[in-house]
């Protein structure tokens, strides 16, 4: 079975630092992998999706995200926080075209 | 700028009352998915459509929950009777190939 493993349900870090918020998969089959990020009160938006292709995925706001095969990880990460990143994160797997299975997400906390 | 949408956006309503959800997937999508979000269990998933077929409802109560898509833009979440316990937000998204885009939600609340 597919499953997604959020390691923290709450990350702080203070602004202008490292962040890096971890998740691990399990698939049976090659995955497609995702990062979505949800405001407060609002729906979920695509940060940035692995689909096969480069390993190392861009996103929007400057995150980005590695996919490491022997680790069965897709960490997400962002150089400098800022302020408007608060938000909560959720990683996602996607067994090829199949349904997507999410993982419990990750609340990011902007340190000022 | 296509977009999932759906209604209502909120509604309180009592228990035992029925509940009907709509949501319009972004126009040429063919793959639905029903959500569901709560504090404590994060986000479920209840239905799922591909080309208006049911493909996997599992996760979704039958005795009480029914999801249907009557046509190609249009998807619903059906809950009677409702009870305070389904109390949440609930979530469609629509995809054509990897990626599955959002709605806004759909803000329950059973008194």
Avoid at chain 1, 21 to 37: A, G, I
Avoid at chain 1, 59 to 75: L, P, R, V
Avoid at chain 2, 15 to 25: A, I, K, L, Y
Wanted: hydrophobic residues 35%; glycine residues 6%.
């Amino acid at each position: 079975a597919q499953s997604v493993t959020q390691l923290g349900s709450h990350v702080s870090v203070s602004e202008g630092a490292l962040v890096l918020l971890r998740c691990n998969y399990s698939s049976s089959v090659p995955p497609y992998l995702f990062w979505y990020v949800q405001y407060p009160n609002q729906g979920l938006q695509l940060l940035l999706k692995y689909t096969s292709a480069a390993t190392l995925v861009k996103g929007i706001n400057g995150f980005e995200a590695e996919f490491k095969k022997s680790e069965t990880s897709f960490h997400l990460t962002k150089p400098s926080a800022h302020m408007s990143d608060a938000a909560e994160y959720f990683c996602a797997v996607r067994p090829r075209d199949d349904k997507i299975i999410f993982g419990k997400g990750t609340r990011l906390h902007i340190l000022p | 700028d296509a977009r999932v949408t759906q209604t209502p956006r909120h509604k309180v309503t009592e228990m035992g009352q029925e509940v009907t959800m709509r949501c319009q997937p972004i126009l040429g999508h063919n793959t639905v998915f029903w959500y569901r979000q709560t504090m404590m269990q994060g986000l479920e998933l209840l239905a799922y459509f591909r080309n208006r077929a049911p493909l996997d409802d599992s996760g979704m109560p039958k005795d009480r929950f029914s999801a249907e898509m009557p046509d190609a833009t249009l998807a619903t979440l059906k809950i009677q009777p409702s009870e305070p316990r389904d109390s949440a937000v609930y979530f469609c998204a629509s995809g054509a190939g990897f990626t599955i885009y959002f709605g806004e939600g759909s803000w329950l609340t059973v008194v």
